[in-house]
Each structure stands twice: as structure tokens, then as C-alpha cells.
């Protein structure tokens, strides 16, 4: 099932390219000035294994939104992971 979430999130992700992209572990940070589609700025989680340092990942992908004037938002889905989306 994982595979297929993986798919579809890397078909969203070329249908709506983010005009700045950052990997921090497995989380991509997708950001887009001007523009309020949750999907162009949000934080996606990719492996729900990925739960290595939670707390200050989450700090730094904050900083990155607050210099984009965006709100900190992260995109669920079951690559999110059970301890993350219990953070």
C-alpha cells in the first residue's frame, strides 16, 4: 500500500512543483511564495519510519515557513507515520 501512496504523492508533486524544495531525512519541505496552495507549501513526510528527531525537525521546518510568511503545514498521509501524527 505504502508503494502506491508513494506514487500518487510523486504525481502531485510533479503536477504541482513547489518553487523551493528541501529534504530534511525523508520529509520534504515544498514552499512557494505568493501562493496559498496548502499542497506548494507543506511539509510531507515520505517514510513513517523517519521519526528521528521529530521535535527539532519540526523547529526547522518552521523557520523555513515563517521566513516564507507561511503558516507551518503538514501534509498527512500514511507515509506520515503513527509518531508523528501523535507529535
Same mark, same amino acid.
Given at each position: 500500500? !505504502? &508503494?502506491? %501512496?508513494?506514487?500518487?504523492?510523486?504525481?502531485?508533486?510533479?503536477?504541482?512543483? &513547489?518553487?523551493?524544495?528541501?529534504? /530534511?531525512?525523508?520529509? =520534504? %519541505?515544498? =514552499?512557494?511564495?505568493?501562493?496559498?496552495?496548502?499542497? =506548494?507549501?507543506? %511539509?510531507?513526510?515520505? /517514510?513513517?519510519? /523517519?521519526?528521528?528527531?521529530?521535535?527539532?525537525?519540526? %523547529?526547522?521546518?518552521?523557520?523555513?515557513?515563517?521566513?516564507?510568511?507561511?503558516? =507551518?503545514?503538514?501534509?498527512?498521509?500514511?507515509?506520515?507515520?503513527?509518531? !508523528?501524527?501523535?507529535?
Amino acid at each position: 500500500m !505504502l &508503494a502506491i %501512496v508513494r506514487r500518487y504523492e510523486a504525481a502531485g508533486f510533479r503536477a504541482w512543483p &513547489a518553487a523551493a524544495v528541501h529534504y /530534511d531525512g525523508t520529509w =520534504l %519541505v515544498r =514552499l512557494t511564495a505568493g501562493h496559498p496552495a496548502k499542497r =506548494l507549501n507543506s %511539509v510531507n513526510p515520505l /517514510d513513517p519510519g /523517519d521519526t528521528h528527531a521529530i521535535a527539532e525537525r519540526i %523547529v526547522r521546518a518552521g523557520r523555513r515557513f515563517e521566513a516564507y510568511g507561511r503558516p =507551518l503545514t503538514f501534509r498527512m498521509s500514511p507515509l506520515s507515520g503513527q509518531v !508523528l501524527s501523535t507529535h
